[in-house]
């Protein structure tokens, strides 16, 4: 199983990014997916997750409004977009598979991306 983030990099304030995350090696469309992210010496954090149709997300608060976690079954792949990026949006991002229903705790994840560095100046 693989799951290849990508989409960072350095942007400013104020603009917006969409990070994938594309699976191989399992059956996607039986997973729920999420993301998370680990800002310079914080533990990493839930940041979204999506059902196994997509027809379901969670946020966590300090996000909430400006990122939205879809997914596209035929592709494989899940993605996150993120608008309105402010300096403490600064960390690596994580995408995360677990076999069922999502979940905002890193626990209940059996698989994980390598990360995506996203770097926002003021």
């Known amino acids: 199983v693989q799951l290849q983030a990508s989409g960072g990099g350095l942007v400013q304030a104020g603009d917006s990014l969409r990070l994938s995350c594309a699976a191989s090696?399992?059956?996607?469309?039986?997973?729920?997916m999420g993301w998370f992210r680990q800002a310079p010496r914080n533990e990493r954090e839930f940041v979204a997750a999506?059902?196994?149709?997509?027809?379901?997300?969670a946020y966590a608060n300090s996000v909430k409004g400006r990122l939205t976690i879809s997914r596209d079954n035929a592709k494989n792949t899940v993605y996150l977009q993120i608008v309105s990026l402010k300096p403490e949006d600064t960390a690596v991002y994580y995408c995360?598979?677990?076999?069922?229903?999502?979940?905002?705790?890193?626990?209940?994840?059996?698989?994980w991306g390598q990360g995506t560095l996203v770097t926002v100046s003021s």
């Open positions: 999506i059902n196994l149709t997509g027809g379901s997300t």
């Open positions: 090696g399992l059956a996607f469309s039986y997973y729920g």
């Open positions: 995360a598979a677990r076999y069922g229903a999502y979940s905002d705790r890193q626990t209940d994840y059996i698989y």
